[in-house]
């Protein structure tokens, strides 16, 4: 066993020279004589000026390490600053390099400042740096196999890393948005390959175009499995509040987990979002990093999404042939569908969108090939009940639609979704839509497809039929047809209505109109521009046989006679006419043969009866 005390002799040997050695480089080394040939060497090979305002101080022993202090480096070809720090410390434990491990002492940096410029062709100005090193080669570094570490690595394990007063800065100059990130704070547990560690962010981000000035804060477990290219983001919770573009305050706290397996590129996560009065419980997932897939499960309690929809500023006012009024054409863009690849299931228990209250909605949506398809979908709303499908199509910016909508109080819904009190009645609502256009206005222009509407017990804002008719009398002096402004106050009762359209390039055609009223039928045939939100109709109103019984005397001299009755302007400020002049010529001449057939008839009547009693 000599041989073992030989060998103990000999290694302890080399550790007392390896000590000496040590030593004698830490009292005769001095790193600061480089700090000019390292500044030289930085100038000549990226043309940025790298400067060392403090010294450089070395450490040897238990561990290998440097303090640096003020520290800057310039853009390239300037004396502007593009990175700084006022301190930076690291350090390795010496002896577990000779086993092949680096034990990395706690790493700090203070008061870094970094700052990125867009210029407006696209390019940023750290692209330089980007060199053929960062690039690795054609087909870049060999992937280890899943569950085994790279060959030729050491294994690391730092302490913590701590970042303290830090910012951050970042300039478009094509788009003149601007990012600010101030205050930064981050501090680490240990680092090493599958033991947990505590992380802790602080900052505070402002910014122009939009207007940001949001306070975040992040912290959570953290278990990085470096071998298996496994990683976790346990207990996190993010909590963000400020302001942001339109809205003076925004409180949003996300909790949950979050996981990567980057061997079979895969990403998912369970998280809890509140925000205002709403909260989302999600379930996120996403694979294939080069061609993604994504996948989600979402559920909303309650959300008022109008609050959230703001008119982009690219915005035109809409082209209209008529009347003043000028509207915001909002911008549509469905290019974003191209290489979407997307499934789930989205659950809404209340929706306020477009003015529209909804209530249970569910929904299943499918992307893929620049198509989008949200089908089916339901949901409650308004007394009544939901079914579809939506279809967006990127190619073209088409927009399909089939919605089906039974039992609805079609009041309510036409005040919340277009503002207008126009119409009252329960019933049934089918249409099968098809659109296509860059713009709100031009998808309203280019409107084709089919719909039906049946109504009961309801009433047509804007004119009290039955008291328009009851003037005729009075008013068949007139020599020409009277146009009136529609009066909300007005309307007309009626027990059922029911109507078809066919649409062609915005424009809604019916001819098959059907109201009954208590004293009334109605039929009508005209045209709805709802590309322009014009009214082009006629109504033909006739009085029933059985007015008399329902006090309806004041009619008798309209009974039998079909009164048309002139829809048109806006949807804003409709009108009708009655033409009083045809009217009255229709009722003289129905006078005039009801006085044939009164003289008539009893002289006929008289011949017949003399006749069959020969």
Do not use: C
Request: glycine content about 10%; cysteine-free; overall charge positive.
């Amino acid at each position: 066993m000599k041989w073992l005390k030989y060998a103990a002799y000999a290694l302890g040997g080399i550790l007392v020279l390896l000590i000496a050695v040590v030593a004698f480089v830490a009292a005769t080394f001095d790193p600061n004589a480089y700090k000019g040939e390292i500044e030289r060497a930085v100038k000549e090979r990226t043309g940025r000026t790298l400067k060392f305002h403090g010294d450089i101080g070395l450490a040897f022993w238990p561990s290998v390490g440097a303090k640096v202090g003020r520290t800057t480096l310039s853009r390239r070809a300037s004396a502007h600053d593009f990175a700084a720090f006022d301190a930076a410390h690291v350090s390795v434990r010496l002896l577990p390099l000779l086993r092949g491990e680096v034990l990395v002492d706690e790493v700090s940096i203070t008061g870094l400042e970094a700052s990125v410029i867009r210029a407006k062709g696209g390019k940023f100005d750290f692209e330089d740096l980007m060199g053929a090193g960062a690039a690795g080669g054609a087909g870049g570094p060999a992937k280890a196999p899943a569950g085994e570490a790279p060959a030729g690595k050491l294994r690391f394990d730092v302490a913590g890393v701590r970042l303290k007063d830090a910012r951050f800065a970042y300039v478009d100059e094509g788009s003149g948005q601007r990012l600010a990130i101030d205050d930064v704070n981050i501090s680490t547990g240990r680092i090493a390959d599958d033991v947990p560690g505590r992380l802790t962010l602080a900052a505070h981000a402002k910014g122009k175009n939009p207007l940001v000035d949001l306070m975040v804060d992040l912290e959570g477990t953290y278990r990085l499995g470096l071998a298996r290219q496994e990683y976790a983001f346990t207990g996190m919770r993010l909590k963000v509040s400020g302001a942001a573009a339109d809205f003076s305050r925004i409180a949003l706290v996300v909790t949950g987990d979050a996981r990567a397996q980057l061997a079979a590129q895969a990403l998912e996560a369970d998280l809890v979002a509140k925000f205002d009065q709403t909260t989302v419980t999600a379930k996120l997932g996403l694979t294939d990093f080069d061609a993604p897939r994504y996948r989600f499960d979402i559920d909303v309690d309650a959300i008022d999404a109008d609050r959230y929809l703001v008119a982009q500023p690219d915005a035109k006012p809409a082209p209209t042939s008529k009347g003043p009024k000028v509207e915001v054409d909002v911008p549509i863009d469905l290019s974003p569908l191209e290489g979407l690849r997307a499934e789930g299931r989205l659950g809404v228990g209340s929706l306020k969108l477009m003015g529209l209250r909804i209530a249970d909605l569910k929904a299943q949506l499918r992307a893929a090939g620049g198509r989008a398809d949200l089908a089916p979908h339901s949901a409650r709303l308004y007394e009544g009940t939901l079914q579809g499908a939506l279809t967006l199509i990127a190619k073209g910016n088409r927009v399909a639609l089939k919605e089906t909508m039974n039992g609805v109080a079609i009041g309510p819904l036409l005040k919340d979704l277009m503002e207008r009190d126009a119409l009252e009645g329960r019933g049934n609502v089918a249409f099968e839509l098809t659109a296509s256009g860059p713009t709100v206005g031009a998808m309203k222009r280019s409107l084709g497809g089919a719909a039906r509407i049946e109504l009961t017990d309801g009433a047509v804002k804007g004119i009290n039929l039955t008291e328009a008719l009851r003037k005729t009398k009075a008013a068949f002096g007139s020599k020409s047809a009277r146009a009136q402004a529609s009066d909300t106050a007005q309307r007309t009762d009626f027990s059922e209505m029911s109507a078809s359209f066919a649409i062609r390039n915005g424009v809604a055609h019916n001819d098959d109109l059907s109201v009954k009223a208590p004293l009334v039928r109605v039929g009508g045939a005209g045209d709805i521009d709802i590309g322009n939100a014009q009214l082009d109709y006629t109504a033909r109103a006739s009085v029933v046989a059985t007015a008399k019984g329902q006090g309806g005397a004041e009619l008798d001299h309209l009974e039998g006679l079909t009164i048309p009755v002139k829809l048109t302007g806006s949807f804003d400020a409709p009108k009708y006419e009655i033409d009083y002049r045809s009217v009255a010529s229709a009722a003289a001449k129905a006078e005039a043969r009801k006085a044939v057939e009164e003289k008539v008839k009893p002289k006929l009547e008289k011949k017949l009866r003399e006749l069959f009693k020969r």
